[in-house]
């Protein structure tokens, strides 16, 4: 297996992590005091194509590779854990899925404004009663003359405050022992579409999301992403690739956690020395180095079989139950290195900390990548 990275590649990873360094790292301790939506960087990031990295040009995407996506969003996100996520779920949840199974038209007036940076879309899965389970779901689509009406609400919904379309998913069909959905792509200003007020979070405070309501919301039938009755095969491919896209995000804030701690041992003394030469930090080092490598190798892995066209259901949520879970094994780790400084907010690590702790949760919860993973196992 050859883990060297082509030149393409490392020109990316060299340009996202000269732009995090330059136009991100400065503002991201403000972003998250304030909770400001990163609006210019969000500019900038469609500018690089950043965007709709995986999506070929001719429908406004970069056309770049999933490895490459990945070393974007850990570089993007290790300057600022909002920006990354914002930038994943364009990518991941909303322009992949469109690609995949949208209409010619969908992906000619939708996809590409999105996949440019022009307009901006969300994915509304999760349900104030329905998370992991989907076969609970309230949301629903009748079917009238010339479209559907939905009625339901969706919630946590990343980017909703500011995207302009929302992939939606509810249930068509509640005939039989499993109800079916179907998936649409319902443009903001939509009526019947609103939407509350922006969430309050632990972390990612720049990465808005809202509960989003549909009141006799008509779509026409043009709307219909993927077939009538198949929305679930629509959300589980999609949550497969977003899986890689939150795996990266753990990524970048275990890394930057790492690379804190590493600049602050060889600083801070203590006994008259820097503490970098005491044995129980150099082992912490250590610790957190090798996890976030083993991490990074996994979801490597899982770009890179999504590339080849393999099915990578299994790969993916290793990556992301790994990654996600290491990234708060390091954070915790860093704060413990800065001592009485990491729980100071004139540090940090306290941000990586609180920002980690939702990849453990979103895009699949650690104990559903661990059903997923048993699962493959068991039809082998």
């Known amino acids: 297996m050859d883990f060297d990275l082509t030149e393409e590649q490392r020109l990316v990873r060299d340009t996202a992590r000269d732009f995090a360094a330059r136009e ?18 969000v500019a900038k990031m469609a500018e690089l194509g950043f965007l709709g990295m995986a999506i070929p040009e001719e429908y406004g995407g970069a056309g770049l590779d999933n490895v490459s996506y990945s070393l974007v969003m850990e570089e993007i996100s290790a300057a600022c854990a909002s920006c990354g996520v914002i930038m994943s779920v364009n990518n991941s949840l909303f322009c992949d899925p469109i690609y995949k199974f949208g209409t010619p038209e969908q992906k000619k007036e939708v996809l ?18 329905s998370g992991s389970d989907a076969q609970t779901m309230a949301t629903s689509a009748e079917k009238v003359d010339g ?18 379309y929302i992939l939606v998913f509810a249930i ?10 179907t998936a649409f792509l319902v443009p903001k200003g939509t ?12 972390g990612i405070h720049g990465a808005h999301s809202c ?14 992403v993927g077939n009538v009755g198949e929305g679930f095969k629509v959300a589980m491919a999609t949550l497969d690739g977003g899986r890689i896209g939150i795996a990266s995000q753990a990524l970048g804030i275990a890394k930057a956690s790492l690379e804190t701690s590493v600049a602050y041992a060889k600083e801070r003394k203590s006994f008259g020395v820097p503490i970098s030469q005491h044995q129980a930090i150099q082992f912490m080092l250590a610790d957190m180095a090798v996890e976030l490598d083993a991490a990074r190798l996994l979801t490597w892995r899982a770009a890179s079989m ?13 990556a992301k ?3 996600s879970e290491m990234a708060t094994r390091v954070a915790h780790k860093a704060i413990q290195i800065h001592g009485g400084y990491g729980y100071s907010t004139e540090f940090p690590v306290e941000r990586h900390y609180r920002d980690a702790r939702i990849t453990e949760i979103y895009e699949g919860t650690s104990e559903i990548q661990r059903i997923v993973i048993a699962a493959s196992l068991l039809k082998a």
Request: hydrophobic residues 30%; aromatic residues 8%; proline residues 7%.
């Open 147 to 164: 479209g559907w009406v939905i009625n339901g609400a969706k919630n946590w919904i990343t980017n909703g405050p500011h995207a302009d």
């Open 112 to 129: 590409t404004a999105c996949a440019k940076g022009e307009k901006l879309g969300c994915f509304g899965l999760t349900e104030p009663m």
């Open 306 to 318: 999504k590339d080849a066209g393999t099915r990578h259901s299994m790969q993916s949520a290793e």
């Open 172 to 181: 068509t069909d509640r005939s039989g022992s499993k109800v079916k959905h």
């Open 211 to 224: 509960t989003v309501f549909f009141e006799n919301c008509k779509v026409p039938d043009s709307a219909v």
């Open 24 to 41: 991100i790292a400065p503002k991201a301790a403000e972003i998250d005091k304030s909770g400001r939506w990163p609006s210019e960087i």
């Open 321 to 323: 139950l790994y990654a």
């Open 191 to 202: 009526p019947g579409y609103t939407q509350a007020s922006p969430d309050h979070k632990l």
